[in-house]
């Protein structure tokens, strides 16, 4: 080959476009979902998390995996199990269950975005600078649970006889026993309320609790928000109607609540941060009065209390 043609050649070869390279997908991003309790007794919540990612554009095992750890009511557990999800570098971390996992979640990362579910004061907890603009990579909802005591036991009270005593059901081994036993103490005092705390950590106790509460004479119980007792409402609903005592419990359903996570946490993979969202808190605190109940109780709910409610069961 003479020089001209080589050079002609390798011109040509030069000129030529490159071939063509095959994009690679984008990586699936991961969310970390770290709970309290078991994963038997946050299936409603779950469920509600992945309906709440749906309505913004993400589908677990499609355009989303997540890794979920439960701590199994074990709070000791909660560092190792937030520190495995950070080191498998997921895009959001959710915790959920109580301010102890959502500030084990905040120790040990200070760069992955955190989206938290509480019942309690995140500020207070160290969780947000504030409740409109929380800074830095954390934000989530809040119940706000403590402040609604008052009212819970003003309804407790107009359901039986006048300076009767009003059992609450507690779990001791909560991070937030003591701030949550404080603000227990400070509604009754304010309204003048005799309380009886039945402090129950397991499930097997709740029978005993009962045997206590008839003995002392209580008539009616009010149930503090508590994981525990969230997942075993119906063996509560069945010892209330056995021992023929109103209960006033405090959720419904988790499905709010998981579905606000689940929306909070696809915006934050959709590029909002967490600064900028606002902690939600509830709007509206509704009272629901299941009229089936009271009848099989042998109860009469004063109509004071009926015009109130939001939601009559019959």
């Given at each position: 080959?003479?020089?001209?043609?080589?050079?002609?050649?390798?011109?040509?070869?030069?000129?030529?476009?490159?071939?063509?390279?095959?994009?690679?997908?984008?990586?699936?991003?991961?969310?970390?979902?770290?709970?309290?309790?078991?994963?038997?007794?946050?299936?409603?919540?779950?469920?509600?998390?992945?309906?709440?990612?749906?309505?913004?554009?993400?589908?677990?095992?499609?355009?989303?995996?997540?890794?979920?750890?439960?701590?199994?009511?074990d709070?000791?557990?909660?560092?190792?199990?937030?520190?495995?999800?950070?080191?498998?570098?997921?895009?959001?971390?959710?915790?959920?269950?109580?301010?102890?996992?959502?500030?084990?979640?905040?120790?040990?990362?200070?760069?992955?975005?955190?989206?938290?579910?509480?019942?309690?004061?995140?500020?207070?907890?160290?969780?947000?600078?504030?409740?409109?603009?929380?800074?830095?990579?954390?934000?989530?909802?809040?119940?706000?649970?403590?402040?609604?005591?008052?009212?819970?036991?003003?309804?407790?009270?107009?359901?039986?006889?006048?300076?009767?005593?009003?059992?609450?059901?507690?779990?001791?081994?909560?991070p937030?026993?003591?701030?949550?036993?404080?603000?227990?103490?400070?509604?009754?005092r304010?309204?003048?309320?005799?309380?009886?705390?039945l402090?129950?950590?397991?499930?097997?106790?709740?029978?005993?609790?009962?045997?206590?509460l008839?003995?002392?004479h209580?008539?009616?119980?009010?149930?503090?928000?508590?994981?525990l007792?969230?997942?075993?409402?119906?063996?509560?609903?069945?010892?209330?109607?056995?021992?023929?005592?109103?209960?006033?419990?405090?959720?419904?359903?988790?499905?709010?609540?998981?579905?606000?996570?689940?929306?909070?946490?696809?915006?934050?993979?959709?590029?909002?941060?967490?600064?900028?969202?606002?902690?939600?808190?509830?709007?509206?605190?509704?009272?629901?009065?299941?009229?089936?109940?009271?009848?099989?109780?042998?109860?009469?709910?004063p109509?004071?209390?009926?015009?109130?409610?939001?939601?009559?069961?019959?």
């Amino acid at each position: 080959m003479d020089r001209r043609r080589f050079l002609l050649t390798s011109l040509a070869g030069a000129l030529s476009p490159p071939l063509a390279i095959e994009a690679q997908p984008a990586p699936i991003p991961t969310i970390g979902f770290l709970a309290l309790p078991t994963r038997d007794t946050f299936g409603s919540l779950v469920e509600a998390f992945r309906l709440g990612l749906g309505d913004t554009g993400h589908v677990e095992g499609k355009d989303v995996t997540i890794e979920y750890r439960w701590a199994d009511n074990d709070t000791a557990r909660l560092p190792a199990l937030a520190a495995n999800l950070v080191q498998r570098r997921v895009a959001v971390l959710v915790a959920v269950g109580s301010l102890a996992v959502a500030r084990a979640a905040k120790a040990a990362t200070t760069t992955v975005p955190i989206v938290f579910g509480v019942a309690g004061d995140p500020v207070k907890a160290g969780l947000v600078a504030s409740l409109n603009r929380p800074g830095g990579h954390t934000t989530g909802g809040t119940l706000f649970s403590a402040p609604l005591l008052t009212k819970r036991l003003e309804v407790a009270r107009e359901l039986i006889p006048r300076n009767s005593l009003i059992a609450v059901l507690m779990n001791p081994t909560s991070p937030d026993y003591a701030p949550d036993l404080a603000e227990l103490r400070n509604a009754a005092r304010t309204i003048g309320q005799s309380i009886l705390v039945l402090d129950v950590a397991t499930a097997g106790e709740l029978s005993g609790a009962f045997d206590t509460l008839v003995r002392k004479h209580a008539r009616a119980l009010l149930v503090m928000t508590d994981v525990l007792f969230n997942s075993h409402r119906q063996e509560l609903v069945a010892l209330t109607m056995r021992h023929a005592i109103p209960m006033i419990h405090f959720l419904r359903d988790a499905v709010t609540a998981g579905g606000l996570i689940g929306a909070y946490t696809g915006r934050v993979l959709n590029g909002e941060k967490p600064a900028d969202l606002p902690v939600v808190q509830p709007t509206k605190v509704e009272l629901v009065i299941n009229l089936k109940t009271a009848k099989a109780l042998g109860l009469t709910i004063p109509p004071s209390l009926l015009a109130r409610a939001d939601q009559v069961i019959e």
